[in-house]
């Protein structure tokens, strides 16, 4: 049997010495790694150097040396070295193709043309849609353990100094010099068609690195290395059977004119989160990916992003018996837990703010913490009697974070009878605080049915460039706005749950019902 010299565990560099007492004339000496499963990169769930990395390995013999090996001499990706061997779990398989005239489920849309698949050469006939194969299941005991399903397709490598003139994969115009040191900000965007409800564990990811150390020759990169794969350790699922044109900002992530290379998988996470988000029982041939596309653009100031799930949403009274009863100021997201039925909104409202170019936010003068603000104009628009308009320092919320619960209180900054501004605060989850993101909340006694409470938000640079969210907000609207149902004072509710198909102020449902409210209405 192996008998245990030594362990290690948490973080750290170590130089180990072990005397070992043996009674053969022969033995073996093993290196062995074992992940605890709790997200993090020395489970090998992203790119990183992974959990362990042994070298300079000597091993002595009554004091001579018997063999010394640096690993030196061999390739990188070999698993063997001198009298050493090494031994990975054997590959899942590749199930990443092109596929084209592919039926979907989707009633307001349709892709004949190819995309990119991960259930080529399957084995499991898709029931729901006929003539197709789901994504694989985890190959290990009872579907459910590893190996299981995780790849993606890789981009040819991008040079950043140019950009296609004809918006395909021919980088075909060159970007004047002077431009490229203000290209700060970065997008990539592309199509998905997702069948991929979260009890399937079953999700697709996006990556991109940055290259250093090689030149372009005759269009090739040659030489170099690789930086590693970065994201934003998200995975991305949906049960709606649509497609969806998403973009993530990337911007922080890359920069100058080193060469990118982006990627987009699929990834099975039975093994790790069976039972906790999920049963695996069910694949289906999603995600389908197409149109994929790097934009980027010039920054100055503070930039933005935002869900709409993460701001405010329109609310009724807490007692459905008692119409003036109060009307919390709450985020639309649900922040319970998947299998939890109970809706139970977020209580403070998220928006991402950083400065790439301009050396950071800046700090408050009065209270430190970054310069991001909330303004906020409530107005009364129901029928009389009027209820006076509400400002000044009691607009001010709070929100309590972490396990004991801190609240931490909103700081009023200014008011001008109308606009109030209260300061962000850095935003947390469960996992901690999180980099570049900034919540806020409004004082939810104050609000009954019939206000309607106007937003935006502002940031400030070290550099001291001012911007807004939305981007004119300073000199007019229309600017984010919720209300306290109901007024009272219209004839109809119009809910927009178009989010991911253009919802918004320009959205294509608004576009349509806007002018038939104001024109009918």
Known sequence: NWQN???????????????????????????????????????????????????????????????????????????????????????????????????????????????????????????????????????????????????????????????????????????????????????????????????????????????????WVAGVYVGGCPGQWL????????????????????????????????????????????????????????????????????????????????LFQDNFPMDEYALESVVLADASNDINTNDNPVIRPGDSIVVGASSLLGGGLAADPTYGGRAVYIHVKCSYIGPAPIKPALFGPNLAGSTQHGTPPVTVNYHYISDDGVWTIIQCDTARTGSGWVADKYCVDLNDALFTRGYEIEYYFTAKDVAGVETALPSWARTAGPYFEWTCLPTKNSDVLFVNDTDDRGGGWRGGAESYWAPVFRNVL
């Open 231 to 310: 994201d934003r350790n998200f995975v991305y699922y949906g049960p709606d059977k649509d497609y969806i044109y998403t973009f993530e900002e990337v911007g922080d992530l890359i920069g100058g004119v080193n060469p990118v290379q982006m990627a987009l998988g699929c990834v099975d996470m039975c093994n790790v989160w069976y039972l906790v988000n999920g049963n695996c029982a069910a694949h289906t041939p999603s995600p389908w990916i197409d149109n994929f596309r790097l934009y980027r653009y010039k920054t100055a100031g503070p930039q933005w992003t935002v869900r709409e799930l993460d």
């Open 5 to 215: 010299v030594a362990e290690y565990t948490a973080f750290g560099d170590t130089v180990g010495n072990y005397l070992l007492t043996l009674t053969q004339a022969r033995t073996k000496i093993r290196f062995h790694f074992s992940a605890d499963g709790a997200w993090s990169d020395q489970d090998g769930l992203y790119n990183t150097d992974g959990g362990s990395i042994v070298d300079s390995i000597s091993i002595h013999d009554n004091g001579a040396l018997n063999n010394l090996e640096t690993f030196e001499s061999y390739a990188v990706g070999a698993t063997t070295g001198g009298i050493w061997i090494g031994t990975p779990e054997p590959a899942f398989g590749k199930y990443s193709g092109l596929k084209n005239n592919l039926t979907d489920k989707d009633p307001c849309g349709d892709n004949f043309a190819t995309q990119v698949v991960f259930f080529v050469g399957s084995p499991n006939p898709s029931s729901a849609y006929p003539g197709l194969y789901d994504t694989p299941f985890c190959a290990g005991a009872g579907g459910i353990t590893a190996p299981c399903q995780e790849e993606m397709i890789v981009s040819p490598m991008l040079d950043m100094t140019k950009y296609s003139t004809a918006c395909n994969n021919v980088q075909g115009g060159t970007i004047p010099p002077g431009d490229l040191p203000l290209l700060g900000g970065a997008l990539i965007r592309f199509t998905v068609y997702r069948d991929i409800p979260l009890a399937n564990l079953v999700f697709y990811q996006w990556h991109i690195r940055q290259w250093a150390g090689g030149s």
